[in-house]
């Protein structure tokens, strides 16, 4: 390793850009060995700017310069490996650069490189400085022309962002007319199918949509399409906002760092989040394209339209696009299971993230690796921060924020103080407590404690948040009657370290519903008894608290066992299975926390005594409600044909928690049946799961059909090698056969995420010294091809401290072995000097 550590960027530090840019016209010769990139950049003083400075530094990375003029001459300049320097400018030039790259030998996915043999880019955060020098920072934009010329046999599609100005034989010009950064410009380049429709918007504009996708994935792009309707209609009427420009396109490509980009009119997306069908895709996997479809949609206004001044600022556009994506899905599927799967993601992960060495708030101070910042924290908790906004100012103050937000900064690069500014002006409502959230890192907790006095019938409430800051947040809840009937229901404000509540004429004691909705990102405790979180599963209304209760008593259950406890909550989940309408409730209400979740609830984490307790409580589930279980499951398979809707997903939903317990304990031949019988990717891969989890009698029977079906699907053999991966059944050895596979593929984000990803799951497996030594091998692998993905796998090492002592050291052995090693990334670098730490 360097002795040079790289050093960190600060927020405080931001100056704005001394040149801005007016166009940009960008031309790419596209070749089989090399690619010849040739800008036009009209540059213009910063009239904000001081005057004196006349300097100008460009962003560059791995660029060959073959030639530099300003106003047709020749001038000198500086190179480094950073960039170039200007010196000596006139207030307004034009720069003209010719510079040669190589997109066929750019394993990293960013910037300009191939996929499948096809062109596509990727320039959030910071890729376009290694397409040309550019001043690449979210707070400079200008309105890009884009020439492509390429082979047109081997690419006879030729995309960019914008309008199409001029088609020939292997050649085209596009123009965006909307001002933009240079994150959001967009190349595609390649022989692809295309799927097209229209869509008219309320106020009359035509637009043209097209799906781009290899031939061969055609006939899986409908439900995209449709998805893609849906968000236009779902911005119209939800936010009052429409498309600007004539055409909107995606292109699908395999090879992607991320979900999707939400580039100016030109969204290029991972295959995964576009191609979809039943026979191939989940339930999940399609409201997943749904969702994603739409976020990237939504991004037009709140990230494209308006977006950063600098990228501490990134929750500004993701956040808020996170929350209206999840809204979209609210609205056309299931509110409740929506919030209690964005609850369960949160706290599994995001929380987890909060009481890490990455933790951060949701605007960071600083950075390395500007890439080590698209987190959960920015985009979970920083969707969970407007949700609370959304709830104090409810849906007409929000919207009336969102409307002076557009008319304030439509066409600008601007802060989330900007945002806030304007739902606080639109409302006359008084933010500044609440920006705590935005400053601060970690999770809050908050606790409740209540005394009912029966002479005065009046109720008491006490809550008192954590030492440190006073957090302004809301608290949703409701005072249950012995019927469940809400006795008192609404919202409390809290903003003070500890705050009282009294509540008069309460008859009798009621059941509290704390938090309803989970209408903040806390940890709460309660003074909630045994009985009553019982009773809140059996009879509140709000599914969120149902769900929650059910998954602090499996807590209790699976980490302290208690024998009479066990048998109340039983009783509590026959009734509830027999009785409950809503199929997708009982399912999540069914389902054990995930081993990762309890890790984070035990003081040292040993993975073998916590996987042994799950287990064996899921052998109780079995023990206890097998008849149950199977009558359930009986009366729920059913080869009907395949609907998106919520009772068709819930009923899907429960049957495959049922089918997950009856394979536990003995091989009934169901998991075999449903594999051989299912009509759909949601049944088969729930059987799949079964059968190779449990180590069944017909696994490696189930492994070969399952592959001689599916094997030309690229996101089926996905879910294929996950399934293995994860299994506690596949060890060491099983994981490097993997990585031999004939389908395997090392520079493919989602097949290394599915093998190396789902072998960090494997428990079992993964946490012991030959597990860890290699997957480190892989991360310095990782170091040198793709140091965006290998960061985001190393994090697996972040909690190593938590670990019993043997495996503590054992991580910390593998985190100073990568530290050691020569020329490590800034990606990797930051991930484990922070865990290091």
């Known amino acids: 390793m360097s002795n040079l550590a790289p050093q ?28 010849l990139v040739s800008s036009k950049i009209h540059f213009y003083k910063n009239p904000k700017y001081q005057a004196g400075d006349n300097s100008l530094f460009l962003d ?21 490996d950073k960039g170039m320097q200007l010196r000596h400018l006139k207030d307004e030039f034009v720069l003209e650069i010719v510079n040669r790259i190589h997109p066929e030998l750019n394993t990293s996915l960013n910037g300009l490189y191939q996929s499948s043999g096809n062109f596509c880019t990727q320039c959030e955060a910071h890729g376009f400085r290694q397409i040309t020098y550019y001043l690449d920072r979210p707070d400079v934009l200008s309105v890009f022309t884009t020439h492509i010329t390429a082979d047109k046999r081997k690419y006879p599609v030729l995309l960019s962002n914008g309008n199409l100005l001029t088609a020939s034989s292997g050649q085209a010009t596009w123009h965006d007319p909307t001002s933009k950064p240079c994150y959001l410009f967009a190349l595609v380049a390649g022989d692809f199918a295309v799927l097209e429709d229209n869509y008219t918007t309320l106020s009359g504009r035509e637009v043209a949509l097209k799906i781009y996708v290899e031939a061969h994935n055609i006939s899986k792009t409908q439900f995209a399409m449709d998805s893609l309707k849906r968000s236009f209609a779902w911005d119209e009427s939800r936010f009052n906002l429409e498309y600007d420009l004539d055409i909107y396109m995606i292109v699908a490509v395999d090879d992607f ?17 576009v191609l979809a069908e039943p026979k191939t895709a989940t339930d999940k996997d399609f409201i997943n394209v749904e969702a994603v479809i739409g976020h990237e ?54 929380f987890a993230e909060d009481a890490g060495p990455m933790q951060h708030p949701v605007r960071p101070e600083s950075y390395i690796e500007m890439n080590n910042f698209y987190t959960l924290t920015i985009y979970e908790k920083g969707a969970e921060v407007i949700r609370m906004i959304h709830s104090f100012l409810g849906e007409t103050g929000f919207q009336k924020g969102m409307k002076l937000y557009f008319e304030r900064h439509d066409g600008d690069a601007v802060t989330i103080d900007d945002f806030v500014s304007s739902m606080s002006d639109a409302n006359e409502f008084d933010f500044s407590q609440f920006m705590t959230w935005y400053s601060q890192p970690g999770t809050p907790t908050v606790s409740i404690k209540t005394n009912y006095d029966e002479i005065s019938q009046r109720f008491h409430v006490e809550v008192e948040q954590n030492k440190g800051h006073d957090y302004f947040l809301p608290l949703n809840y409701a005072l249950l009657d012995d019927q469940g009937h809400a006795l008192k229901e609404g ?105 990762r979740f309890l890790h984070q609830q035990v003081a040292m984490i040993d993975v073998f005594d916590i996987n042994q ?14 008849a149950l279980l199977l009558e359930t499951y009986n009366s729920l398979n059913n080869n009907q044909a395949y609907q998106l809707t919520s009772s068709a997903v819930g009923g899907r939903s429960l049957k495959n928690t049922c089918l997950y317990y009856l394979s536990k304990d003995k091989d009934s031949g169901l998991a075999l049946t449903q594999f051989e019988q299912a009509n759909c990717m949601t049944d088969q891969i729930a059987a799949f799961n079964a059968l190779i989890t449990n180590n069944s009698a017909h696994k490696d029977q189930a492994i070969a059909s399952f592959y001689q079906t599916f094997k030309q699907d690229v996101q089926v053999m996905d879910k294929f090698f996950a399934a293995q991966s994860s299994s506690i059944t596949s060890d060491i050895g099983c994981i490097k056969s993997l990585m031999q596979h004939e389908l395997f593929s090392f520079n493919t984000p989602n097949r290394l995420r599915s093998v190396v990803g789902g072998f960090t799951q494997n428990y079992i ?70 865990a290091l730490k």
């Open 8 to 35: 960190p960027i600060y927020r405080k530090d931001y100056k704005p850009s001394n040149y801005l840019i007016h166009t940009t016209d960008l031309s790419f010769d596209l070749r089989d060995d090399e690619t």
């Open 60 to 80: 560059g990375i791995d660029l060959e310069l073959i030639s530099l003029v300003i106003d047709g001459e020749r001038v000198d300049y500086e190179l480094s």
């Open 257 to 273: 760092n991320m979900g999707a980009m939400e580039n100016k009119g030109l969204n290029i997306f991972n295959s995964t989040y």
């Open 297 to 350: 949609y939504f991004h037009n206004w709140t990230g494209n339209r308006v977006t950063c001044k600098d990228w501490f600022q990134l929750s500004l556009k993701e956040g808020l696009t996170v929350f209206r994506d999840q809204e979209f899905t609210s609205d056309l599927h299931s509110r409740s299971i929506k919030r209690i799967e964005d609850v369960n993601a949160l706290r599994t992960f995001q």
């Open 491 to 595: 919202m409390l404000t809290i903003k003070q370290h500890k705050e009282s509540f009294v509540f008069e004429q309460i008859k009798s004691k009621p059941t509290p519903s704390w938090l309803r909705g989970f209408c903040a990102p806390i940890h709460l405790l309660t003074d909630l008894t045994f009985e009553q979180k019982i009773f809140l599963v059996g009879h509140d209304s709000d599914a969120y608290v149902v769900w929650d209760s059910a998954q602090q008593i499996w807590l209790s259950l699976i980490l302290t066992p208690n024998k009479a406890h066990e048998q109340l909550f039983f009783n509590a989940l026959e009734k509830l299975i027999q009785t409950t309408p809503d199929k997708s409730l009982v399912s999540e209400v069914l389902t054990l926390p995930s081993e």
């Open 613 to 626: 307790k799950r287990e064996q409580m899921a052998h109780k589930v079995l023990r206890r409600f097998e």
């Open 765 to 834: 497996n993964f946490h012991h010294q030959a597990g860890y030594e290699f997957f480190t091998d892989i991360i310095l692998k990782l170091n040198q091809s793709n140091p965006q993905i290998g960061a985001r796998l190393v994090s697996v090492y972040n909690h190593w401290k938590r670990f019993t002592p043997e495996l503590k050291q054992l991580q910390k052995q593998q985190l100073e072995r990568i530290m050691q090693s020569d020329d490590l990334s800034n990606d990797i670098f930051e991930i484990v000097q922070a």
